[in-house]
């Protein structure tokens, strides 16, 4: 026989359970943000070893090296493109204090290819203050090109 769901019990549930989501968003928030600093930085260690010429011979041999190494020990995620999409990270947004927390790399992936700076500021902008997540921020861009058709 179930036990008799009491109101009272129903609040104390849901005010836990509001705790446990808020709780989860806020870690997912801040490992999303640490991940993103450290991709940007990355690419900046990247671009001041090739002395800040992203088509430098130099850098191919580094990448590929610094692919295999960090795949070997940190997994899948340092696959040459992309050591070279956070080499581009940098180049594209130099200064580290004007990333916006809300933004996931797939965001920051995704405004890369925006060309004119001043759209790109544009999307980023409407990301963060609209909350758009990367697949609003993908179609958003596709309504872009084809209107720009």
Excluded at 69 to 74: G, I, P, S, V
Excluded at 90 to 111: C, D, E, K, N
Excluded at 118 to 124: G, K, Q, T, V
Aim: proline share 2%; net charge positive; with cysteine.
């Amino acid at each position: 026989m179930e036990k008799e769901i009491v109101p009272a019990d129903k609040a104390v549930y849901d005010k836990i359970r509001a705790t446990l989501v808020a709780a989860r968003r806020k870690v997912y928030s801040a490992v999303n943000q640490t991940m993103v600093e450290a991709y940007w930085d990355i690419g900046r260690q990247i671009m001041e070893a090739q002395n800040n010429n992203a088509r430098a011979e130099y850098g191919a041999g580094l990448i590929k090296y610094l692919a295999e190494r960090l795949t070997a020990e940190f997994g899948k995620g340092f696959t040459i493109s992309n050591l070279k999409a956070m080499r581009q990270f940098y180049v594209t947004f130099p200064i580290s204090h004007a990333l916006r927390g809300q933004l996931s790399w797939s965001h920051y992936r995704l405004l890369m290819k925006i060309d004119d700076p001043s759209r790109r500021e544009f999307y980023l902008n409407e990301c963060a203050e609209c909350n758009w997540s990367s697949r609003q921020l993908e179609r958003k861009l596709i309504e872009m090109r084809l209107g720009d058709q």
